[in-house]
């Protein structure tokens, strides 16, 4: 199995700041790595696909960048609305894994 | 649009069974990949099983192969889980989600709210 670490567990930080999340595979993946973020009681919601493509209505503040086995989420000025769990998955092979998740919580 | 809708979560105790139910409106169902993703009480997202749109292809997660059985009925847009034999780790929020294939692997681009199963006794 491929096992995804992300990194850090959590991070603190204030509207307007730069963030960056950082997810590792165990394998190389190619580029079959999603983002998703998580709001609390809420499903997950795709973010990036192919480790770069924007989902549909994302808002363009929102990157992904990365090949092989490390991936970055960057989110270039930080909104209320993005504090969330944010999580990487592979998406290439079974089973699917993700990773453990980031909690990007307010300073 | 699209929406998918999770029924069936209870409380169960320990070497019970359930089933789960998704139902899948807004798209073609009979033309995607479906997904069950649990997600234990304040833990993190585990992908459970999958299945293809006509149901040869399917793929589980090893902790829970041999006691869950996913299914789906084109007919009525629906996706199944059954689930026997189960544990206290079983507990979660399990989640349908749509794998659109687009080329881009088993990416999720749409989810249900969510259907809480506990299992205790």
């Known amino acids: 199995d491929i096992q995804m670490t992300q990194s850090p567990s959590s991070v603190s930080a204030s509207v307007g700041d730069r963030v960056t999340i950082t997810c590792r595979a165990s394998?190389?993946?190619?580029?079959?790595l999603a983002w998703y973020q998580q709001k609390p009681g809420k499903a997950p919601k795709l973010l990036i696909y192919?480790?770069?493509s924007l989902e549909s209505g994302v808002p363009s503040r929102f990157s992904g960048s990365g090949t092989g086995t490390d991936f970055t989420l960057t989110i270039s000025s930080l909104q209320p609305e993005d504090f969330a769990t944010y999580y990487c998955?592979?998406?290439?092979?079974?089973?699917?894994?993700f990773g453990g998740g980031t909690k990007v919580e307010i300073k | 649009q699209v929406q998918l809708v999770e029924s069936g979560g209870t409380l169960v105790r320990p070497g019970g069974s359930l089933r789960l139910s998704c139902a899948g409106s807004?798209?073609?169902?009979?033309?995607?990949?479906m997904s069950w993703v649990r997600q234990a009480p304040g833990k993190g997202l585990e992908w459970v099983s999958d299945?293809?749109?006509?149901?040869?292809?399917?793929y589980y997660v090893d902790s829970v192969r041999g006691r869950f059985t996913i299914s789906r009925d084109n007919a009525k847009n629906s996706l199944y889980l059954q689930m026997n034999s189960l544990r206290a780790e079983d507990t979660a929020v399990y989640f349908c989600?749509?794998?659109?294939?687009?080329?881009?692997?088993?990416?999720?681009?749409?989810w249900g709210p969510g259907t809480m199963v506990t299992v205790s006794s």
């Open positions: 989600a749509r794998d659109p294939q687009r080329g881009d692997g088993h990416t999720f681009n749409s």
């Open positions: 807004g798209f073609t169902f009979s033309d995607s990949y």
């Open positions: 299945i293809g749109p006509t149901g040869g292809e399917i």
């Open positions: 394998q190389h993946i190619t580029k079959y």
């Open positions: 192919s480790v770069s």
């Open positions: 998955q592979q998406v290439n092979n079974f089973p699917l894994t």
